[in-house]
Every structure is written in C-alpha cells, then in structure tokens.
C-alpha cells in the first residue's frame, strides 16, 4: 500500500519568514496530493491539493509543488503570520482507492512574533 | 451551513466497556468516512461509505469495531470491548462523491480508556 513521509516534524520560523514541508510517497499510482491544516482541538481543513497533472499550484501565501519522478511534493508558505501555527498534514491517494487518503504523521509549525 | 458534527466530544471509559460514537455529516454529502488519529500522528481510516454501503472497511478491526450508517446519512461507530490501545481521537468526515472532492473533517471524538 502507500507510504507517505513527512519531514520536518518540527518548524520554528519567524513571522514573515517561509516555511516548507516536504513529503515523499511510494506508490507511483497515487495522483491526488492535498494538503491540510490542524488547528488544537479541531480535525484537519483542506488548505490546497494537487493532481498528479499539474506540477504546481499556488494560492496566495500557499503553494504546492510535484515532482513525479522523484515521487515528493512539498508545501510552501510565504510571509508566515501567527496563525499560521498549527500541524500540516500532506496526503496521498490513487484512482482505484480514490477516498483513502494516506496521511504523512504531520508538521508542527510554530510561528514566532 | 453547518459543518460535520460528532458527538460526544470527550468520552472516558474503562476498559473492557462498550463506546459509541455519532457522525452527523454535511448535507448532501453521500461519502462518509470514519478515521483514527493517535497522538503525533496523521489520520489513518477505518472505514468509507457510500450512501448505506461499506465500500473500504479493510483498516477496521471487525473483531471488536463495528460501524453502520442508516438511511445514508448519520452514522455510528462502536467499539466493544475497548481496550487501553484504543484511546484515541475518532474523526468523521464527509465529501460529496468523486475523486478529488474534499473531505470535510468533524471536530472528532477524543477517547481515553483508562
């Protein structure tokens, strides 16, 4: 089945500085690439996803890129705010089994004043 | 529009006892899926249904879980008997059907079995 890793565990970044988290997955079927945030005490939102035609998408401070080849994506965030703090989670799935997400264990960001 | 909602919220047993989870999700949404979150990690899931039907419940341990959603909307899952491993936070989420369409998660169900 998919594997997807999922690295920093950690990110301690100042306010207005970048943070990337980049994850690889295994299965080379897997064409649907989403993103989500984690908020302490709430389930995980949808920031941004990404299909496995596209290499890149970006939604104003958010950006995410593929590397098929390679089998890793990555999410970017830009000028990062306070409440950008929170854990990431990537996720990874395939056609034949559309809807099981396989999720990375997740970064938590912490974003200093 | 309100979004997927759990109950309870926190629920604490001992082991051995029987628990029950309830999943309102999103009208419309006929996809339903139940997760499993443990501490520091992503979610992993149990079970997806569409509509009335199980269509993936290969992640979820039959010999002590067991989920049904009637009439394809709300749904429960039930654990008896919890064991120690079993604290953990229960998600629900809803999406309409298709590939790509997003999963809306509830706030979850934190379990502790002492």
């Known amino acids: 089945g998919e594997n997807v890793e999922q690295h920093p565990s950690t990110l301690s970044v100042q306010e207005g500085d970048s943070a990337v988290i980049k994850c690889t997955y295994s299965?080379?079927?897997?064409?649907?690439f989403p993103w989500y945030k984690q908020e302490l005490g709430k389930g995980p939102q949808l920031i941004i996803d990404?299909?496995?035609?596209?290499g890149e998408k970006k939604d104003q401070r958010i950006a995410v890129t593929l590397n098929k080849t390679a089998k890793h994506f990555s999410l970017h965030i830009t000028e990062t705010q306070p409440e950008d703090s929170a854990v990431y989670f990537c996720?990874?799935?395939?056609?034949?089994?559309?809807?099981?997400?396989?999720f990375g264990a997740g970064t938590q960001v912490v974003v200093t004043p | 529009e309100a979004g997927v909602v759990q109950s309870p919220r926190y629920k604490i047993i001992e082991k051995k006892q029987p628990v029950a989870f309830w999943c309102n999700p999103i009208s419309g949404h006929n996809t339903l899926y139940w997760y499993l979150q443990n501490l520091g990690q992503g979610p992993e899931l149990l079970i997806r249904y569409e509509n009335e039907e199980a269509v993936d419940d290969s992640q979820l341990p039959k010999d002590r879980f067991s989920a049904e959603r009637l009439k394809g909307v709300d749904s429960t899952l039930k654990i008896q008997p919890a064991e120690l491993g079993d604290s953990a936070v229960y998600l629900c989420?809803?999406?309409?059907?298709?590939?790509?369409?997003?999963?809306?998660f509830g706030p979850g169900t934190r379990l502790t079995v002492l």
């Open positions: 990404i299909r496995s035609n596209v």
């Open positions: 996720a990874a799935s395939s056609t034949i089994s559309w809807g099981k997400l396989q």
């Open positions: 299965d080379s079927a897997s064409n649907y």
């Open positions: 989420a809803s999406s309409l059907a298709g590939e790509y369409n997003e999963q809306f």
